[in-house]
């Protein structure tokens, strides 16, 4: 059977191809048989001398291209899932700014530095333009002339060009790039991700994932995307649980929940956003601090995020829930916080949520706030942890301990993080906003 995959590369020879719409995942619970998860590993054998040697007189090919335009209101998950997964892939990304200036502030309010301005992108020829949504955001990118000429030149001359959410209604369809095309527009076709010709599109911040893989196997290959999708945990809906919890406590609280989000140089940016952008969906107050000297960071995939506050002026507040991201460099960096170390030694005797995402419950365990805990991380860290790991699991809530696996799951992890404060209905209702499949009860 071919890979799913596959037919990205090599649609089926319609005007408008329907791209890889993942089965939906069954709505399992936690007491349900559980299979172990399929390896991650793939041998490869060992480059032999004659290929060393001709991969050194070979030059390397250019790296692709890639543009990335961002406005005041532009959907934030959006965005830096792009830049993210593409940059992972080995693209050139470049975020540029259609305002005055480089910083941003995105639809739920997080502040992302662009690399360069529109203007310094008028005269570069691109593999791939990507239009993230958001409102206002689209309609600004719609607005900029500059931006305009880009892509409907990249349309002309039969290069990739794409994008998503509110973007193929409010942007292309002004510019006439929507002839004869079928576009997934937030709820216009069933698919997630829709491929007509050069022109892919998408529904929302919840299929972003696709989205983006989508243009890793164009451009890359379909077994570069399949490599990619293994590495950012995507895959996993049909072998892993959605969430297990042990140890059930209500998070029951009398006020609007309040959650801090500590970031530094190297965490990754994909996961700090995506919980910034869910949480506040639901109208849970999210401070992002840095524990850096500067409330600028550069994420693990050189993103520029602006945080709320530093880590010292957020320390005078008491928070529901800290909630730590990985990226190996960023979550060490959170470790050797002093303030950081303070906080959540507090959270933990009072009582109070915390947890972490990815390589973070590392950082948890060597803090000496696991102890008996059951939690889920990284498969590259697992090993590492002394405590109860449940691995068939995306999210597991162990009292008021909450922990992620990867960066793939970070969706299902902001979503378990709005039932246990707010309820499954608000959980369920900020799912269907972002086009996210999830589990009716």
């Known amino acids: 059977m071919l890979s799913p995959l596959h037919s990205l590369l090599y649609p089926a020879p319609h005007p408008a191809t329907e791209i890889w719409a993942p089965p939906r995942p ?36 250019p790296k692709k291209k890639v543009l990335v335009p961002i406005a005041m209101g532009t959907e934030e998950m959006e965005a830096v899932i792009l830049a993210g997964v593409l940059r992972r892939a080995g693209a050139d990304v470049t975020l540029a700014s259609v305002e005055d200036g480089l910083e941003v502030e995105a639809s739920c309010g997080s502040r992302i530095v662009a690399d360069t301005h529109i203007a310094a992108c008028a005269d570069q020829v691109f593999d791939l333009v990507a239009l993230p949504g958001g409102m206002p955001g689209s309609v600004r990118l719609r607005d900029s002339e500059i931006l305009q000429r880009i892509t409907v030149t990249q349309a002309e001359e039969k290069r990739l060009y794409g994008a998503i959410c ?5 942007v292309l369809m002004p510019w006439g790039l929507h002839k004869r095309r079928k576009l997934p527009t937030f709820r216009a076709v069933e698919s997630n991700v829709q491929v007509s010709g050069e022109l892919t599109t998408s529904r929302g911040p919840g299929t972003t994932f696709q989205f983006a893989l989508s ?19 995507t895959q996993l809906d049909d072998d892993l649980e959605r969430s297990t919890e042990v140890n059930e406590l209500a998070w029951s609280l009398d006020h609007n929940p309040r959650v801090l989000i500590p970031i530094a140089n190297g965490s990754e940016e994909m996961e700090v956003i995506t919980l910034v952008d869910i949480l506040r969906r639901a109208k849970i107050n999210v401070v992002l601090a840095s524990v850096e000297k500067s409330k600028h960071i550069i994420g693990s995939q050189r993103m520029k995020i602006g945080a709320d506050k530093c880590i010292m002026s957020a320390s005078d507040s008491k928070y529901d829930l800290i909630i730590l991201p990985g990226g190996p460099a960023g979550a060490e960096r959170l470790h050797r916080c002093r303030t950081l170390k303070k906080l959540l030694k507090e959270q933990k005797q ?11 419950p590392k950082i948890l365990q060597q803090q000496g706030l696991l102890g008996d805990k059951a939690v889920t991380a990284h498969p590259a860290i697992v090993n590492e942890l002394t405590c109860k790991v449940i691995d068939q699991s995306k999210v597991v809530i162990d009292g008021n301990l909450i922990t992620g696996k990867g960066l793939g799951t970070v969706v299902d992890l902001s979503l378990a993080i709005i039932r246990k404060f707010c309820g499954h209905g608000r959980a369920k209702g900020v799912a269907n906003g972002i086009v996210f499949e999830y589990p009716k009860s």
């Open 166 to 170: 509110a973007a193929p209604a409010v």
């Open 350 to 360: 009072a009582g109070r949520m915390y947890g972490g995402v990815c390589s973070s």
């Open 215 to 233: 243009f890793v196997a164009q451009m890359f290959g379909p077994q570069a995307a399949e490599d990619m999708e293994r590495t950012l945990m």
């Open 26 to 61: 069954p709505n399992r619970s936690s007491h349900s048989p559980l299979r172990p998860p399929p390896s991650r590993s793939v041998a490869r054998a060992a480059p032999t001398l004659s290929a060393a040697a001709t991969a050194v007189s070979s030059p390397a090919p």
